[in-house]
């Protein structure tokens, strides 16, 4: 953080300290910002995060690069020695692990299982490992007989059974494994389908991360090629799976992808290399008549550091390097905000991050969602942490993200924001599915984001934070609805403990307002509720035309309908002019 933000902090925290709490106004309009909140926001890589409750996992990662689905064989590149060998099929016995694709058969069952959705990662560098011999040297960088080419379309019948590939050629069709897990798991549109596809990961890093595949760096026209046919292929397949690329690593790949050596020449008015990768992509939609990018998808490390040059995503034990990672989601959305890092110095005008990107895809190729597959803010098991891991699943649902994955250590802490808004009580109860409007008076110190559930119009839930190292927030909360709320129960993690605990209840909540204080470094969940009349058959907390248009049609049709909203008030089996005194009275009221 530079210097004139760390003396504004500074100061904000003095002040606070002089008066013994950091007072906040939160404003919540239930009726204003509604949308729906994506659910697959609430997803991970692998099993990096042991939340009961998540919605996705992705199947990612530098080793599915050069994985061959043949064999389960796979490569390291340079993580470990370029070593290919059975690392991805390990977990199983010896005599399973060369079943052919049965490595992401086993992740989508387990999804399937646990009422998950599924990111699969397709190849699409050109070669896969063709044995488990170990390292790979220079001299058998493919084509090698070390390697076998990666083919996206057969143009020949797939092989009888499905998961029974021919493995004596020296080929691996890409749309030969789709057919398999389609076989297996069904369209992407149904229930238990692999609903996400990745065309790879990390292409601009391919000539550093796997040198034995793909030695030269990618281009831009060449990557736009590959993502193409290979998009094609699966969609050829699966015309309902959901296609994620180009699987950008961080900044360097967003702007030029990594300096491509012909970036210069083909961006032409584009900003940066977002612009010309949704342009082309939408350029193959007008050319083929189907769409072949579903989302756009990158990854996000952020680069701030703190102001012992110390990176966030490397935990350090002391105060600057926890404050720079709960102030570092403010990048995603802030104009107000330039963190301490070589983007926030050379290239501000990209930032605040989320509404560059949508501005993107709104310019150059509209309806494409967005997607961060792998993202990780550091301190997984300190208080900052998890703060900061709240914070983004927060914005996330706030700014519209589709998809997001985590990628990182299995800390207490990131466990503890995500159980926040995904099993807060420990019986699975979750945020709600429809952001609504909230806004809080002190950006530094707090954030908040609220939301409701489809159909249920009286509980409304609040995600509240506490950023500040030793004081407490004295929050006010004024809340517009047409629900006038009565009560409020409190769940909350804190620096003493990753584990939510239920807190004081709110009380008194007069004309939907109410106080409350919220403890330093503190992550907190309200769930408010409202006294729903018993004539609001709608479920809007109010009674009126639309309640008696209902009610009246319930008499008419004689029937009873949902318990819930039924005119039926004093439950005697019959709608009559009991129910309808009662109606009347609620009405006028």
């Known amino acids: 953080m530079r210097k004139a933000a760390w003396i504004g902090l500074a100061v904000g925290w003095l002040a606070a300290i002089g008066n013994g709490a950091i007072s906040v106004t939160y404003t919540v309009n239930t009726e204003n910002g509604r949308a729906m909140i994506s659910p697959y926001i609430y997803g991970a890589n692998f099993d990096h995060v042991t939340c009961g409750n998540l919605t996705v996992r992705r199947m990612g990662g530098n080793?599915?690069?050069?994985?061959?689905?043949?064999?389960?064989?796979?490569?390291?590149?340079?993580?470990?020695?370029?070593?290919?060998?059975?690392y991805m099929s390990s977990y199983l016995p010896w005599n399973q692990q060369l079943i052919s694709g049965k490595v992401y058969a086993d992740f989508r069952q387990a999804d399937i299982n646990a009422g998950r959705a599924s990111v699969l990662t397709l190849q699409m560098a050109g070669y896969v490992s063709a044995d488990d011999w170990g390292t790979v040297?220079?001299?058998?960088?493919a084509p090698s007989s070390r390697w076998k080419e990666v083919v996206y379309k057969k143009n020949a019948p797939f092989c009888v059974p499905a998961g029974s590939p021919n493995t004596t050629d020296n080929y691996v069709y890409m749309d030969e494994f789709?057919?398999?897990?389609?076989?297996?798991?069904?369209?992407?549109?149904?229930?238990t389908g692999v609903k996400f596809y990745s065309l790879d990961n990390e292409p601009a890093l391919w000539a550093y991360t796997h040198p034995r595949i793909h030695p030269n760096k990618v281009g831009c026209a060449e990557l736009i090629s590959r993502s193409i046919a290979l998009a094609a292929a699966v969609k050829?397949?699966?015309?309902?799976?959901?296609?994620?690329?180009p699987v950008l690593y961080g900044f360097a790949a967003f702007l030029s992808l990594q300096d491509a050596p012909d970036w210069n020449s083909v961006k032409g008015s584009c900003s940066w290399?977002?612009?010309?990768?949704?342009?082309q992509m939408k350029a193959a939609e007008l050319a083929g008549g189907r769409r072949l990018l579903d989302v756009l998808d990158v990854h996000w490390y952020p680069e701030a550091r703190d102001d012992n040059d110390v990176r966030i995503t490397d935990f350090a034990a002391t105060e600057t390097n926890y404050i720079t990672r709960m102030q570092a989601p403010r990048t995603l959305w802030d104009s107000g905000y330039i963190e301490n890092s070589w983007i926030g110095q050379w290239f501000s005008s990209y930032l605040p991050l989320l509404p560059k990107i949508f501005n993107s895809i709104q310019t150059y190729y509209p309806g494409t969602k967005?997607?961060?597959?792998?993202?990780?803010?550091?301190?997984?098991?300190?208080?900052?942490?998890?703060?900061?891991?709240?914070?983004?699943?927060?914005?996330?649902?706030?700014?519209?993200?589709?998809?997001?994955?985590?990628?990182?250590?299995?800390?207490?802490?990131?466990n503890a924001a995500f159980n926040l808004y995904r099993n807060y009580d420990g019986n699975g109860s979750t945020f709600g599915d429809v952001k609504v409007a909230a806004s809080m008076s002190d950006k530094v110190n707090s954030s908040i984001y609220a939301s409701m559930f489809s159909g249920i119009n009286n509980r409304l839930c609040l995600i509240v934070l506490n950023k500040h190292l030793t004081e407490a927030i004295s929050g006010s909360f004024t809340?517009?609805?047409?629900?006038?709320?009565?009560?409020?129960?409190?769940?909350?993690?804190?620096?003493?403990?990753?584990?939510?605990?239920?807190?004081?209840?709110?009380?008194?909540?007069?004309?939907?307002?109410?106080?409350?204080?919220?403890?330093?470094?503190t992550a907190c969940h309200f769930v408010l509720q409202s006294e729903r009349p018993l004539a609001d058959l709608s479920g809007d907390c109010q009674v009126g035309l639309e309640d008696l248009a209902l009610f009246c049609g319930q008499w008419l049709a004689?029937?009873?309908?949902?318990?819930?909203?039924?005119?039926?008030?004093?439950?005697?089996?019959?709608?009559d002019g009991a129910d309808w005194a009662v109606f009347s009275d609620e009405w006028l009221r």
């Open 236 to 245: 050829d397949v699966d015309p309902y799976a959901q296609i994620t690329g």
């Open 370 to 414: 967005l997607a961060f597959t792998e993202y990780n803010y550091g301190g997984e098991n300190h208080i900052s942490g998890g703060i900061a891991q709240a914070d983004v699943l927060g914005l996330f649902g706030k700014y519209g993200v589709y998809l997001a994955t985590y990628w990182g250590g299995n800390g207490v802490y990131t």
């Open 558 to 575: 004689g029937g009873l309908g949902p318990e819930s909203s039924s005119g039926d008030f004093n439950r005697d089996g019959a709608i």
């Open 178 to 191: 789709v057919n398999y897990l389609v076989t297996t798991f069904g369209n992407a549109n149904t229930p």
């Open 479 to 521: 809340i517009t609805s047409p629900c006038l709320y009565t009560s409020g129960r409190v769940w909350a993690f804190d620096g003493s403990s990753a584990s939510i605990t239920e807190r004081t209840p709110v009380s008194p909540i007069v004309n939907n307002t109410f106080s409350y204080s919220i403890p330093p470094l």
């Open 137 to 141: 040297t220079e001299a058998q960088t």
């Open 63 to 86: 080793r599915t690069t050069g994985y061959n689905w043949e064999n389960n064989f796979s490569n390291a590149g340079s993580d470990w020695n370029h070593s290919s060998d059975r």
């Open 273 to 279: 290399f977002i612009d010309y990768y949704l342009a």
